[in-house]
């Protein structure tokens, strides 16, 4: 079997990136609504989110340059999340960053969601 038949598709890579940032995005989601952070069980969250990471490092292993911008990206925002947490969000500057880093994953989502879409009717 050839390497490249192992490989994972343009689909299953971009499908992945799009639940990474998916994950990512509705742990800050928590951080600025209460319901959500109740609705939503916080060992379900870590896991999936654990488990999609995972998944996107053993990807992204081929490119050690996108895998450290990825990695340094999840790092990023689950600091900003867990320190929201902590915190509750109170302070104005702490939330700026969380909506401000909330809409940069949003673009990226979409970006990817159309990417994929196009990728599914090849």
Do not use: W
């Not at 990474?20 to 600025?32: G, I």
């Not at 109740?38 to 490092?57: G, V």
């Not at 700026?96 to 940069?104: L, N």
């Amino acid at each position: 079997m050839s390497a490249q038949s192992t490989a994972p598709s343009h689909i299953e890579i971009t499908e992945t990136l799009v639940r990474l940032y998916v994950f990512l995005a509705q742990y800050l989601d928590r951080c600025q609504n209460e319901a959500l952070h109740q609705s939503f069980p916080e060992a379900d969250l870590q896991a999936h989110l654990s488990d999609t990471r995972a998944k996107m490092m053993a990807i992204l292993s081929v490119n050690p340059v996108v895998k450290g911008k990825v990695e340094k990206e999840c790092d990023r925002v689950l600091a900003l999340g867990a320190s929201c947490l902590k915190e509750g969000a109170k302070t104005t500057t702490l939330l700026e960053q969380v909506k401000a880093e909330r809409a940069v994953l949003q673009n990226k989502t979409i970006a990817l969601s159309d990417l994929l879409a196009v990728f599914r009717a090849l």
